[in-house]
């Protein structure tokens, strides 16, 4: 359906302030955050910081994920991020690593300071076979390493797909700009020596995620 | 639907609450931490697993804290239904006294700690002990946090 | 004081199916506070079922009957306008009983 | 045990006896079964109940009851009051959920101190009786469909601030509540987490709160599901009936425009 408004009218109407004009999308911009620092307040550990987006956070805020151009961009300067291990060392213990999988715990106002934090993995993955109760929002990590052939994850073969897991744990928007999972080693949820637990869970080939 | 606090004092006059209308509190048996514990404890026969007990849980419970079942049994001689959860740190979760006024049916919901079995144990008149069983998975939900 | 029970109780068959709702927190015992202390054991310990003030169904309850108990059984031969009564008693030794009326 | 649920248990039981299924199939199954199993009884029930009495009786300062209450419908008018919300109140001159309303009909109606009462934890105190009392409501309009009103302009800014907000990215986990609720067919661990982008059905999300919670045994409304849900996000603390979360319902109730409103449910 189409109306005819009379262009002459509106403008009469807008100066005797009779009608109001719909606010534009900066008014709406400058509303939301107005009333996002009036509603939330610190509590625990959760200060009103978390609330200041970075770059990225910003850009993937909309409705729609940016442009190619802009994602590329992000994901370079993410990568660029990453803390690779200084001793050489990407795989830890798988044991500790399914249980920091399992641990959905941390960084919340009800957590108390410095208490380490879980991986929240089965949240979104299916990982070990056992384990029933897994999320969907991230792809099946079952036989993670096996599937991409890592049979030994220390020979040079393997490197790459390592290399690449590590980033994604430290950095997943390094490879997906507005990816949904967290950025475990830059945000600080997680030390390294927790994503090498994680990483020999998803690749030592005698983890459950492998094995079985 | 319910009509309430009134009539409470009525039928506490009447002589009506659960004091004096039930047997013996069981102590002992709600006490137990096994399921010969609880045997021992309400003074059983062990229990013969039976196809005449109908007992229904779920296959997974979304939360261990509610975990709804039932039991019912066309035996006559059915007096008592128990409820026993194998790996809760008290195994006994309650015990059902019927009499001729009602069926030998009742449905209720347990806190199950984890993962195990759980049992109706049907206690008869004539001191025979039967059960029926079920493992119910109970899964960790939501965030975890 | 407690809160009122729901109970409904209608006519199916020859009998009325009775279902109850329990206002209660059977507390286990077993939790711990946010201050790391124990929160002691609080449940209801046995309950009670009348037909026009005749009882039909007892129980008695551990820590592992669920918070907010429901619980659901049959009487046999009830009419409606038959009264429904439940009593409840728990281990601080508060007690409430409430009415319903078979519909 | 009534007939028909036996029969759905029997249903249920031999579903279960089919072999071959993949895991999550069975895993799924298992849940609509537990599920099922839950829903004859809903101890949400209790909450409702209470939520009447105290509706109707003389509370607070004023000694009043909230029978002068204008849930949107005009003073005392309840049914169908809750599908409504949020919506503008041209009293306040604002935009206000359930909660947020009934905080100004208990201080304005009985007296009492709403700020004071936004600022008790859930569960002490008045934040009791609101529980209640939002119980109360929901369920007068249970089986309604939800038709909010987008025609006064402070309407619609909200819903477009909620938009926002819906999809702001934050915190150390870089979560936004699109980050669980942007996409239909996702789950957290084995819950079903709606899209609520778009109307997710009947009885789903928006329409399925307030709710009986089987984890912790106490009836939450929506405020303290969002609360929560910006718990587990890692952000701040959203106040109780503040605009942000009222702005998040206006989002959230039109975009479920139509859905059948199934509240108190029963959610795990």
């Not at chain 2, 409820?83 to 019927?98: D, S």
Request: proline share 5%; glycine share 10%; hydrophobic share 40%.
């Amino acid at each position: 359906m189409t109306m005819k408004i009379n262009p002459l009218a509106v403008i009469a109407a807008l100066l005797a302030g009779c009608v109001t004009a719909p606010p534009s999308s900066q008014e709406l911009d400058q509303f939301t955050q107005a009333i996002m620092s009036s509603s939330f307040r610190e509590q625990g550990i959760a200060k009103l910081d978390r609330l200041a987006q970075d770059e990225l956070q910003q850009a993937c805020s909309g409705e729609k994920p940016p442009s190619e151009d802009v994602a590329k961009r992000l994901e370079a300067a993410q990568l660029a991020t990453v803390k690779w291990p200084s001793d050489g060392v990407y795989l830890g213990d798988w044991r500790e690593g399914e249980k920091l999988a399992q641990n959905g715990r941390g960084m919340t106002w009800t957590d108390p300071a410095g208490v380490p934090s879980g991986g929240n993995c089965y949240n979104c993955h299916q990982i070990s076979k056992t384990e029933i109760s897994y999320g969907t929002i991230g792809p099946s990590l079952y036989h993670y390493g096996k599937l991409r052939g890592v049979t030994d994850p220390a020979a040079p073969a393997s490197s790459e797909m390592v290399r690449y897991t590590w980033g994604k744990l430290w950095n997943a928007k390094a490879t997906n700009a507005c990816s949904n999972m967290p950025r475990f080693g830059h945000a600080g949820v997680l030390t390294p020596a927790q994503i090498r637990d994680l990483m020999a869970l998803l690749l030592d080939p005698s983890s459950p995620v492998n094995a079985q | 639907m319910t009509r309430s606090a009134a009539v409470a004092a009525l039928l506490a006059g009447a002589g009506l609450l659960p004091a004096h209308a039930q047997s013996v509190w069981a102590q002992a048996a709600f006490d137990g931490k096994s399921i010969d514990d609880v045997i021992k404890g309400l003074g059983i026969a062990k229990p013969v697993a039976s196809a005449d007990i109908t007992f229904t849980a779920p296959d997974i419970a979304e939360n261990g804290a509610v975990v709804p079942i039932s039991a019912s049994t066309a035996l006559p001689g059915v007096k008592r239904i128990a409820f026993l959860v194998e790996k809760n740190p008290t195994t006994l979760a309650g015990i059902f006294e019927f009499t001729d006024a009602v069926e030998t049916s009742v449905k209720t919901r347990i806190k199950m700690a984890q993962t195990c079995n759980v049992l109706a144990v049907a206690i008869m008149g004539d001191g025979k002990v039967l059960y029926a069983q079920k493992e119910v998975k109970v899964t960790l939900g939501g965030c975890g946090g | 004081m407690s809160d009122p029970m729901r109970i409904r109780a209608q006519t199916q068959g020859s009998g009325a199916v009775v279902r109850v709702l329990m206002s209660h927190e059977m507390e286990t015992g077993l939790r711990k506070d946010a201050a790391g202390k124990t929160i002691p054991a609080w449940h209801i310990t046995e309950v009670s079922a009348a037909l026009n003030g005749k009882t039909v169904l007892t129980a008695q309850w551990g820590t592992a009957i669920a918070k907010n108990p429901f619980t659901e059984f049959v009487v046999k031969g009830a009419k409606a306008g038959d009264k429904i009564s439940i009593s409840w008693v728990d281990n601080h030794g508060d007690r409430r009983t409430d009415e319903a009326t078979v519909a | 045990m009534t007939r028909h649920a036996l029969g759905a248990t029997l249903a249920a039981a031999a579903l279960f006896a089919l072999p071959a299924m993949t895991q999550a199939q069975t895993s799924a199954d298992g849940i609509a079964q537990y599920r099922a199993l839950l829903a004859d009884g809903n101890p949400a029930e209790l909450w409702e109940a209470k939520g009447e009495l105290l509706w109707k009786q003389k509370r607070g300062p004023k000694n009043a009851s909230l029978e002068a209450c204008d849930l949107g419908k005009g003073a005392g008018i309840v049914k169908g009051a809750f599908v409504e919300l949020p919506r503008y109140f041209a009293d306040t001159k604002r935009v206000q959920d359930l909660e947020s309303r009934l905080l100004s009909c208990v201080e304005q109606v009985q007296g009492f101190n709403a700020a004071e009462i936004a600022a008790t934890p859930f569960g002490r105190g008045e934040q009791v009786n609101l529980e209640a009392l939002v119980a109360y409501v929901a369920a007068e309009s249970r089986g309604m469909k939800f038709n909010l009103s987008q025609a006064h302009p402070e309407e619609r800014k909200m819903f477009e601030a909620g938009k926002r907000i819906f999809y702001f990215r934050g915190g150390p986990y870089d979560f936004s509540c699109a980050s669980c609720h942007g996409e239909a067919g996702k789950r957290i661990r084995l819950q079903d987490l709606p899209d609520l982008t778009k109307n997710p059905g009947d009885g789903v999300g928006f329409a399925a709160w307030p709710a009986y919670r089987v984890s912790s045994g106490e009836l939450w409304g929506m405020q303290r599901r969002l609360n929560d849900c910006y718990r587990q996000q890692r952000f701040p603390f959203p106040g109780y009936a503040s605009d942000a979360t009222i702005a998040l319902g206006t989002f959230m109730g039109v975009q479920g425009q139509g859905a059948v409103s199934i509240a108190p449910s029963i959610k795990r």
